[in-house]
């Protein structure tokens, strides 16, 4: 798998279709992100495992957002997931990327991996490398929901009081990309104090990513206190479906619902 | 309000404390009506679980 990538970045570093491409390096005992360019040593890359797409993930597509804003008028590739390809859809849809200058390089998670992302769809589209793997039921919402109304409440303000406002959860989003967050805003969020405020912070960020998280679970992965942020973003994504019919990056090109005043547009 | 109103409701909270109505202000008599109805619920919900005192409890 991973020969069939270093050739296809070849090819489009060697004939200039891109400037550079956003992948993953293994170095000194670590997985990072990192940009290669024309003439790099292809050697070090790695797909988040040895030779497949393994566990160490990166939200490559913010690299690409923070690439892309420096240099607008370049082409650059990206090594994409399933759950990145979902990413760069929300990205197109939400003109923080132009679907003109990306070229993705799609790749499938295997299916160990997907079961321990609970992953819906581990393949994307676009894909040239890697076996499409069985998507993954999601059960998480309907099991929090069989419990009743205040032990959800006891569990949420457990969980939320373990919060210590690190931002992880907004830093690592690939779907986080505003240049003014609204939790830095002081009328919202007060600054230096903890416990966070209940339910405002942890709900101000659902609400913001109920039209485009993609289900990337990155934030669950890097909260320190280990709170299930991202069933609080599925339950959104299920509202956002069940109301409006609409899931952030499963359609290029769809609008969001919220994106839209006045009546929903014909279908 | 769609969204938040469930989403409240997934995290235990009663979703009647979120209420969102247009009113002009020509309409004096549907203001006092909502306010007055607003604050029957409220007291009848008693005091957010979510106050002050209750957290620095648990905290
Ligand atoms: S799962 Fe978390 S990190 Fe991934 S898009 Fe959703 S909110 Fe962002
Ligand atoms: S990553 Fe976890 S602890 Fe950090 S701000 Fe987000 S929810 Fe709070």
């Given amino acids: ?267 | 309000m769609i969204v938040l109103s469930q989403m409240l409701d997934f995290c235990g909270i009663e979703k009647e404390r979120l209420r969102a109505r247009w009113v002009s202000s020509a309409e004096a008599p549907e203001f006092v009506e909502e306010i007055n109805d607003f604050v029957d619920i409220l007291k009848k919900l008693g005091p957010s679980p979510l106050g002050k005192e209750q957290v620095e409890a648990v905290a």
């Fill in chain 1, 1 to 267: 798998m991973i020969d069939q990538v270093k050739q296809k970045i070849n090819d489009l570093l060697s004939n200039g279709s891109v400037k550079g491409v956003v992948a993953l390096v293994h170095t000194n005992g670590n997985v990072a992100p990192c940009l290669y360019q024309k003439g790099d040593d292809l050697d070090k890359l790695c797909l988040g495992d040895t030779d497949s797409a393994g566990d160490a993930r990166y939200p490559l597509n913010k690299v690409l957002v923070t690439l892309s804003r420096q240099y607008p008028d370049e082409v650059f590739g990206v090594l994409v997931r399933g759950c990145d390809e979902r990413g760069l859809y929300g990205l197109y849809r939400l003109n923080q990327l132009d679907p003109e200058r990306v070229v993705p390089i799609g790749i499938a998670c295997p299916q160990s991996l997907a079961l321990q992302c609970e992953c819906k769809k581990p393949w994307p589209d676009d894909m040239m490398a890697g076996e499409t793997s069985e998507g993954i039921d999601q059960k998480g919402v309907a099991n929090a929901e069989s419990n009743s109304h205040s032990e959800r409440f006891s569990y949420w303000k457990g969980q939320f009081l373990k919060c210590v406002k690190c931002y992880g959860c907004r830093d690592i989003c690939p779907m986080c990309f505003c240049r003014e967050c609204s939790l830095e805003c002081e009328d919202l969020v007060s600054k230096g104090d903890l416990p966070v405020e209940i339910p405002v912070f942890h709900l101000v960020r659902a609400m913001h990513m109920a039209d485009r998280c993609i289900d990337c679970g990155l934030c669950d992965e890097a909260c320190p206190a280990d709170i299930p942020l991202r069933l609080l973003y599925k339950k959104t994504a299920q509202i956002m479906n069940t109301e409006f019919g609409f899931t952030s990056g499963i359609k290029k090109y769809e609008k969001s619902p919220l994106s839209l005043m006045g009546p929903a547009p014909e279908k």
